[in-house]
């Protein structure tokens, strides 16, 4: 059984840098898509980052807000990581991790973790 869990988040001031991690068991991210997506309140979700199963590429969510966003993989620990610099209090949102075995099945049928609350205090 595959399983993920988001863990870093947490209330933080605007411009300052947060580190999110995505903890998988039962499936190993370096064979696997795995992405990072946001909800906001009121908002639908944005897909913020992905690295691909293939060759570890990674790709961004659209928009230049999000090229303060960077996504890292650790295959010895098998988790993926979401990285952003100078937060912004409209990054204030509910963090999600996927995983997948492709990135473009990910958001329609990925294991998705709980999400965890980041919130950016200005």
């Known amino acids: 059984q595959v399983k993920v869990v988001e863990s870093g988040g947490g209330l933080v001031q605007a411009g300052s840098s947060l580190r999110l991690s995505c903890a998988v068991s039962?499936?190993?991210?370096?064979?696997?898509?795995v992405g990072w997506f946001r909800q906001a309140p009121g908002k639908d979700r944005e897909f913020v980052a992905g690295?691909?199963?293939?060759?570890?590429?990674?790709?961004s969510g659209g928009g230049s807000n999000l090229r303060r966003f960077t996504i890292s993989r650790d295959n010895a620990k098998n988790t993926v990581d979401l990285q952003v610099v100078n937060l912004k209090p409209e990054d204030t949102a509910v963090y999600y991790c996927a995983i997948e075995r492709t990135l473009v099945r990910l958001e329609d049928s990925g294991t998705w973790g709980p999400g965890i609350q980041v919130t950016v205090s200005s």
């Open positions: 690295i691909s199963d293939a060759d570890g590429g990674t790709i």
């Open positions: 039962g499936r190993a991210v370096s064979e696997s898509a």
